[in-house]
């Protein structure tokens, strides 16, 4: 069966973004809608997990998300995060996206070099602070396996939550195929479609756990990136389109 329309689980992105160019040269269809969206927690969650931020010294930061939260709440609970609190984040990327709320330049922030595993040494070098981990409902489970070994002293703090949208307008049958990023999506496509049957329909999915979730869900996995030869989703739909399309 040949590939003339996608839907893709993601906003719909920058005009610089690969996606056009394959629409163009492939002459293929590409929509976008995401399948899942971020509430954030409130004052009175935290309270009910027993958090005071301030009694921390330090906060972990694994994505632009939980920085983003992680001041949202502390100005709901008029907490003023003092000059000297210590950040330790995954990425420079996430470190730089600090700027949005702090000022840089006189602040303790550390960053890691992608994975969370990387930012192990930074734990070793500050063993001293008492660390809170801003982060969504759903975390991997490796991240308190590293925070364990690290033997620093920490606590995870539930401040947004990923939940499914509302996408049962869209006529799903109408899609060649499907393109996931999550387990959330996965989710969100069997709550808004309960009778979905895939029949036809392909399958791509990013990562080994959306590939888990999704044949968990009994759905058949036609297309899975990254690999080595395929690093991105786009280069993999790419290549596929190419194959399926002769």
């Not at 192990?120 to 981990?133: A, G, N, R, V, W």
Request: glycine share 2%.
């Amino acid at each position: 069966m040949k590939i003339r329309s996608i839907l893709v689980s993601q906003p719909t992105p920058n005009e610089s973004s690969p996606y056009w160019e394959i629409a163009k040269k492939e002459k293929v269809t590409i929509d976008f809608q995401p399948f899942i969206h971020i509430e954030g927690a409130d004052s009175k969650d935290l309270r009910t997990q027993k958090i005071d931020l301030s009694q921390y010294t330090g906060v972990i930061l694994t994505s632009k998300s939980a920085v983003d939260h992680y001041f949202r709440l502390a100005e709901e609970m008029r907490f003023q995060v003092p000059d000297s609190m210590r950040y330790i984040c995954q990425a420079e990327n996430i470190a730089n996206y600090l700027q949005k709320h702090i000022v840089y330049r006189k602040r303790k922030i550390s960053f890691g070099q992608k994975t969370f595993k990387d930012m192990m040494p930074l734990f070793k070098k500050y063993p001293d602070d008492k660390y809170l981990l801003p982060s969504s409902d759903v975390l991997s489970p490796e991240i308190p396996k590293i925070l364990e070994t690290a033997k620093i002293e920490w606590k995870r703090a539930i401040m947004f939550r990923t939940v499914s949208s509302d996408v049962a307008h869209i006529p799903i049958k109408d899609y060649d195929m499907l393109v996931f990023f999550s387990p959330q999506n996965i989710n969100s496509l069997l709550e808004n479609f309960k009778d979905f049957e895939q029949g036809d329909t392909q399958i791509a999915v990013f990562g080994a756990n959306t590939q888990k979730a999704a044949e968990e869900a009994g759905l058949r996995v036609d297309l899975m990136a990254p690999t080595k030869e395929t690093p991105s989703m786009t280069m993999a739909i790419e290549q596929y389109i190419k194959k399926i399309n002769k």
